[in-house]
């Protein structure tokens, strides 16, 4: 098998964006992989810098490097370049497709289970067919919403009930790990970052990103395992990433499934 096949890579084709900023050029260059085109830029910078984001690849280069060398240093770095702009493709790919759910029927996850959305006018509130705590894929969630509800309005209906779930959740999870680890914690609360499951401080504040909830046990105990375990060690030391198994021995399998989501991109898994 080809190093290629290993590494599952397909093709991504960069379009050219409609306008350049000032002074770059737009570039194409043949790697082992398939063509890379990027935008280029010079600057005052020292040595030649990559970015990657939605628009593509930015490569960045002081004045007195030659296209050459330009060239050789994308071939260089051309099989880390075209893992992320795949991995940049999936992420528009599943932002767009994010954009499509929120309608009577459309099926999301909960505690790693895919749960349905149904409209339910004559409802006051909004109530979940099946054991909160252990879902199983099919229950369904009744939204106390008219059938001519928007888009908007299902996904803030849905959102709030999440949120509410997240808050009972990982406080019981929190306690759990707390237990086991003996600190103390100052306070806790749910975050919306888009780039973030977790934060501790020294104040002993934890954050929780609350789109947590989509995921199963494991991966929800992993991150409140990580987080915990920053009240010992503020670091990510051999002795930070001890204190994480012993909160939670088997996180690996836990953490592995996390690295392929960004919170931004939920609920789609």
């Known amino acids: 098998m080809s190093e290629r096949a290993q590494l599952k890579l397909f093709d991504i084709?960069?379009?050219?964006?409609?306008?350049?900023?000032?002074?770059?050029?737009?570039?194409?260059?043949t790697t082992p992989w398939q063509?890379?085109?990027?935008?280029?830029?010079?600057?005052?910078?020292?040595?030649?810098?990559?970015?990657?984001?939605?628009?593509?690849l930015r490569v960045t280069a002081p004045h007195w490097v030659t296209l050459a060398q330009i060239?050789?240093?994308?071939?260089?770095?051309?099989?880390?370049?075209?893992?992320?702009?795949?991995?940049?493709h999936q992420h528009l790919e599943d932002r767009a497709a994010a954009q499509s759910?929120?309608?009577?029927?459309?099926?999301?996850?909960?505690?790693?289970?895919?749960?349905?959305?149904?409209?339910?006018?004559?409802q006051k509130e909004t109530r979940f067919d099946g054991m909160a705590q252990s879902p199983r894929d099919g229950d369904i969630l009744l939204l106390a919403l008219p059938?001519?509800?928007?888009?908007?309005?299902?996904?803030d209906s849905v959102h709030a009930w999440l949120q509410r779930q997240a808050t009972w959740w990982f406080?019981?999870?929190?306690?759990?790990?707390?237990?086991?680890?003996?600190?103390?914690?100052h306070s806790w609360?749910?975050?919306?970052?888009?780039?973030?499951?977790?934060?501790?401080?020294?104040?002993?504040?934890?954050?929780?990103?609350?789109?947590?909830?989509?995921f199963r046990h494991d991966v929800?105990?992993?991150?409140?395992?990580?987080?915990?375990?920053?009240?010992?060690e503020m670091n990510h030391s051999k002795a930070f990433w001890r204190e994480v198994e012993r909160l939670m021995p088997d996180f690996a399998a836990a953490r592995l499934e996390l690295r392929r989501h960004r919170p931004g991109v939920l609920p789609l898994i």
Not at 189 to 214: P, Q
Request: aromatic letters at 8%.
């Open 13 to 29: 084709a960069t379009p050219r964006p409609a306008v350049l900023p000032d002074g770059a050029v737009w570039r194409t260059v």
């Open 35 to 56: 063509p890379v085109s990027f935008i280029l830029q010079r600057s005052r910078r020292r040595s030649i810098g990559f970015v990657i984001d939605d628009s593509g």
């Open 71 to 88: 060239d050789q240093a994308v071939v260089s770095r051309s099989r880390w370049i075209v893992e992320k702009l795949q991995l940049r």
């Open 101 to 122: 759910l929120w309608q009577q029927h459309d099926r999301i996850p909960y505690m790693g289970r895919h749960i349905t959305l149904q409209l339910a006018p004559g």
């Open 147 to 155: 059938m001519h509800a928007s888009g908007q309005r299902i996904q």
């Open 171 to 185: 406080g019981q999870r929190l306690n759990h790990f707390l237990q086991i680890s003996g600190q103390t914690l």
């Open 189 to 214: 609360r749910l975050s919306s970052a888009t780039t973030r499951w977790g934060s501790c401080t020294s104040a002993r504040r934890i954050l929780l990103n609350w789109r947590l909830i989509h």
């Open 220 to 232: 929800i105990d992993y991150v409140i395992a990580h987080e915990v375990a920053h009240l010992r």
